[in-house]
């Protein structure tokens, strides 16, 4: 008998840069929902659902602030096996360098512990620090060349057009836009709507790639 096709699939992990995940959506807000960007918030599950596609998540990992209002939602993605860094809401760049940096940290590792390539899925957009090789954009390139298969999945009114180009390129690039009305719901108003992954890509490791 046949194993089940989802055994035969890589292992899956998660990088979710939720402060840029969210400041984007309230951009958002007022033109597609016609509303302040203070009632909009993320819906975690369906989101967490679109990164990981069905597939085994071996790792996820969520980097954000820590304001009041998000205890209930860091509480359900731990219950959910989601590792959670928080980090202090400050002004200035400091604060979402120290973001990219647990990242970077992570991806990193997920390199070192696993002996084949497996898939990277990162939720973000800015790509911060590539300039100077010191955001996670250089690292996600260096999984790339590891043969690690690889997915952004960013918001296009914030996504920086070179990340965006690259991951079209060399993986797949999910424009979060296109789900905007089943990742996102209306604090006392619109609910999510169901997800659908019917046209939704995947990329696949390349084990055999030359470094």
């Known amino acids: 008998m046949a194993g089940n096709p989802i055994d035969q699939l890589p292992w899956v992990y998660i990088f ?16 597609r929902d016609g509303i302040l960007d203070s009632d909009i918030r993320i819906h975690f599950e369906n989101l967490y659902k679109l990164a990981s596609g069905g597939r085994k998540v ?14 209930d939602v860091w509480r359900r993605l731990s219950e959910a096996n989601v590792t ?10 400091g604060t979402e360098q120290g973001m990219d940096q647990c990242l970077q940290v992570h991806m990193l590792r997920a390199i070192t512990d696993e ?19 010191a955001g996670f954009w250089a690292d996600l390139e260096r999984m790339h060349k590891k043969g690690w ?28 836009e296109k789900h905007y009305e089943a990742v996102t719901f209306i604090n006392g108003g619109r609910p999510a709507k169901p997800l659908t992954m ?7 490791p390349n084990p055999n790639r030359k470094v």
């Open 16 to 31: 979710w840069d939720n402060s840029n995940v969210f400041i984007s959506a309230r951009r958002l807000a007022l033109d």
């Open 84 to 93: 959670i860094e928080l980090y202090e809401r400050g002004a200035g760049t």
């Open 58 to 71: 071996r790792k996820a990992v969520a980097v954000g602030s820590v304001p009041p209002e998000l205890r």
């Open 149 to 176: 298969g690889v997915e952004v999945l960013s918001w296009n009114v914030a996504c920086h057009k070179g990340l965006k180009s690259w991951a079209m390129k060399n993986g797949v690039y999910v424009e979060l």
């Open 115 to 133: 002996a084949s390539p497996q898939v990277a899925v990162v939720l973000t957009g800015d790509g911060a620090g590539y300039g100077t090789g």
């Open 198 to 204: 019917k046209h939704r890509p995947f990329a696949v």
